[in-house]
């Protein structure tokens, strides 16, 4: 038979595959490598797990919801969640813009209301017995609060027991025993470049915890808030955050982590915290007093620049100046007046007028505090009792009174319109009736009040330290000023006083 050549190559050729398989095999042999299983003995050096073991039970996650009405506008043919305040500024729309189709914004009463969830944040657990640390903003449309415990299972509703729109901050309470506390640090000692850790719920994901330093203390002129005086940190905080905690590298409260900056909406390396001391004095004063708090020295400030230093007599630019005293406050009742120059208070030199009001609206009212100030060229120290800050309203007058004929103003002052306030002017300019003066109608654009930046709408309380009630007396003093080559006006302005030296032109 012929077939036995046939199957001889088919033989050398499996033969061939054999020998080169075992020989792949052999080339492909796991190598010897090194294990150690030992677990890692962390220190502060090496980990921060020891840290967010402590911390992390500290920290929960807050969800609100809102009664919303369904059904009515649109007749569920747009999105409900668009009739909700929240989601429609962070959408941008404008509040008098038709809701879901429909030609007014009004509510009109029918439809059926439901619990919608609007909103992610975080808190942080100041108590065992269930009260909770977090930002006005995350809870501040809520119609029901529910908090979900470390452990992502245990979930408690909560009631809200104060909120201050003027730091950002809020007290939540949960009927619980036994809570995980955390503990806080002093604030006020922490410096720049300490480590520090934020930990949240960053995009409705479970716990996060990310690390950075302590990049700025002091913030005051963020807009985040009225009274906010924030720590600035790198750790990243993203939105879900808010109302979390920054801790040191002992694991200790810091701040309640409460905003960034952002121009894409995520992390760009700066976030805001408010700092713990101001956190737990809020909390204090909202747990109880049911509000805050804050002391108020009854002044209306501005900065001084070399023209106004020169003008008060000030050693230097370093101080705050008096632009007016309101009446029945503790700065009057001291005998506080308007262009003292503040120099320091209780021995600190304030850094800027942010710095210093949140520092005296941290102080409760009835605390005593020492004004080291200028007067005339002289230095002097006046003790002020603080009041309660007050909020503050504008009252306008009756409008329809005729407007008076404007009258113009000579010399160092020419350029400039006044005329005497009205009923119909006050509602016009948003003046309240407190407010005597003379109103600016008109500043030449090409003249020295223009330079010093004058405008249409200022009121003229004094010329030269001399009160001024009509547009009769602004006239009258300022020709006894026309030969002067610069004159000090006192105005006020959008409800707040400044003191204004306008220099004759060259």
């Not at 529910?146 to 201050?164: M, Q, R, S």
């Not at 939540?172 to 520090?196: H, L, Q, R, W």
């Not at 000030?314 to 503040?342: H, N, T």
């Not at 008109?442 to 309380?461: E, F, H, T």
Request: net charge neutral; aromatic share 4%; glycine share 10%.
């Amino acid at each position: 038979m012929k077939l036995r050549p046939l199957l001889q190559p088919l033989r050398l050729t499996l033969l061939a595959t054999f020998a080169f398989s075992a020989l792949a095999f052999a080339e492909n042999k796991l190598p010897d490598i090194a294990v150690d299983a030992t677990p890692l003995e962390r220190t502060h050096e090496n980990s921060y797990a020891p840290i967010v073991e402590k911390v992390s039970p500290s920290v929960v996650t807050i969800s609100i919801s809102k009664n919303m009405r369904v059904g009515a506008r649109g007749q569920g043919g747009g999105n409900p969640l668009m009739d909700d305040p929240f989601f429609r500024k962070f959408f941008g729309v404008p509040d008098d813009e038709p809701r879901n189709g429909q030609d007014s914004g009004k509510d009109s009463g029918t439809g059926r209301k439901r619990q919608m969830p609007v909103g992610l944040g975080s808190g942080v657990i100041v108590s065992k017995d269930g009260y909770i640390i977090t930002n006005n903003h995350v809870v501040e449309q809520a119609d029901e609060i529910t908090v979900t415990l470390h452990d992502g299972k245990t979930e408690l509703k909560a009631k809200k027991i104060g909120a201050d729109a003027g730091s950002d901050i809020a007290v939540i309470k949960v009927e619980a025993k036994d809570m995980k506390a955390i503990t806080f640090a002093d604030s006020d000692k922490i410096k720049v470049g300490d480590n520090a850790l934020a930990i949240g719920n960053p995009f409705a994901l479970r716990q996060t915890v990310t690390k950075g330093i302590i990049s700025a203390v002091g913030r005051n002129q963020t807009g985040i808030s009225e009274f906010g005086n924030f720590i600035q940190t790198d750790a990243s905080i993203n939105p879900g955050n808010s109302g979390g905690a920054l801790v040191d590298a002992l694991g200790r409260l810091v701040g309640i982590n409460s905003a960034i900056f952002s121009q894409s909406g995520g992390n760009m390396g700066i976030g805001f915290a408010v700092p713990s001391n101001q956190a737990r004095s809020v909390m204090e004063s909202l747990i109880k007093f049911g509000k805050v708090q804050r002391g108020f020295l009854g002044i209306q400030m501005q900065p001084l620049d070399d023209k106004l230093a020169k003008e008060f007599k000030a050693p230097d630019k370093d101080g705050i100046l008096v632009a007016e005293v309101v009446q029945g406050g503790g700065a009057e009742k001291a005998g506080v007046k308007s262009g003292d120059v503040i120099i320091k208070l209780n021995g600190q030199r304030p850094d800027d007028i942010a710095a210093f009001r949140n520092t005296v609206a941290n102080m409760m009212p009835g605390t005593k505090v020492e004004l080291e100030i200028y007067r005339n060229g002289k230095p002097q120290t006046i003790s002020v009792t603080l009041v309660e800050r007050p909020t503050n309203g504008v009252a306008l007058g009756n409008p329809g009174a005729p407007s008076p004929a404007p009258v113009k103003v000579p010399d160092v002052l020419d350029g400039v319109t006044v005329a005497d306030l009205n009923a119909e002017l006050r509602k016009r300019f948003g003046i309240g009736e407190d407010v005597k003066g003379a109103l600016i109608t008109q500043v030449n654009p090409d003249s020295a009040c223009a330079d010093a930046d004058v405008r249409a709408g200022d009121v003229i309380v004094d010329i030269d330290g001399k009160r001024v009630a009509t547009s009769d007396e602004a006239v009258k003093l300022s020709e006894e000023v026309k030969t002067k080559s610069s004159v000090r006006l006192r105005i006020s302005r959008k409800g707040a006083t400044q003191f204004v030296v306008v220099e004759e032109r060259k």
